[in-house]
């Protein structure tokens, strides 16, 4: 959206005649065409990231917001410190079952329309310590994730890289097409199962396999001998 113009040329629906000396001041659009070129291109150019860092990927996310790199030319630089002032969700690094807790509890606070973001190999699905006793999987196992950037750890331009694609699923978004904005005329959406710590991290929707594994291995009690 260079000028005036150009947005209106964006905005305007081919199949609507417009005389040719009013184009360059009127448009006649629809809604969807008015949401996906003038309310995604806020949304797209206002990306609140929340700041937090977990591991090594953290300092990559660092440079990317600093001068060299410097993320605000994209519309990112309001990074936030509270989840309710944020809609992307940046994971960097390694998430343990410890961290997964409060992961996700931050994502359940953060108003919708929200993002999530997985940088790096570790949260993308476990990285090198994908076999650890305290490493998950890839946190996309319990929270949504929209975009995934490899690597170990990603380079600033890969998170770049990352954040435009966001920026082109975001333009991509229609009101006309529900499946691509749940959160929008359906009221609160459903939060994310929370994880509960035990011996091991444990999913409550499988509560029920649990307890039946239990019960399978316990083996019956012998009788007690009453001969004296």
């Known amino acids: 959206m260079t000028n005036n113009s150009d947005f209106l040329k964006e905005l305007h629906d081919p ?8 184009r360059s001041s009127v448009a006649v659009t629809n809604l969807d065409k008015l949401m996906s070129t003038v309310y995604n291109w806020g949304r797209r150019n206002s990306i609140w990231p929340m700041a937090f860092g977990l591991a090594c990927c953290a300092i990559e996310m660092i440079a990317t917001a600093a001068s060299r790199y410097d993320q605000a030319r994209f519309g990112m630089e309001v990074i936030r410190a509270s989840p309710r002032q944020s809609d992307l969700m940046l994971v960097s690094g390694t998430v343990t079952k410890k961290m997964v807790v409060p992961i996700v509890r931050l ?15 570790c949260a993308c699905g476990g990285g090198p310590f994908k076999d650890g006793y305290n490493v998950v999987g ?7 994730v929209d975009v995934y950037v490899p690597g170990c750890p990603p380079t600033p331009q890969a ?3 990352g954040l435009i694609m966001l920026q082109k699923k975001i333009d991509g978004q229609s009101l006309s097409n529900r499946n691509s904005v749940p959160w929008y005329g359906r009221g609160p959406s459903d939060e994310a199962t929370m994880p509960v710590l035990g011996p091991d991290i444990i999913d409550p929707r499988q509560a029920h396999i649990l307890r039946r594994q239990a019960g399978a291995t316990e083996q019956p009690s012998e009788p007690a001998d009453t001969d004296a």
């Open 138 to 144: 890839g946190i996309d196992k319990y929270i949504p």
């Open 107 to 121: 994502y359940n606070q953060m108003p919708e329309p929200k993002y999530v973001l997985a940088m790096g190999a």
């Open 159 to 161: 998170l770049l890289h």
């Open 15 to 22: 199949e609507l005649p417009v005389p040719d000396d009013m």
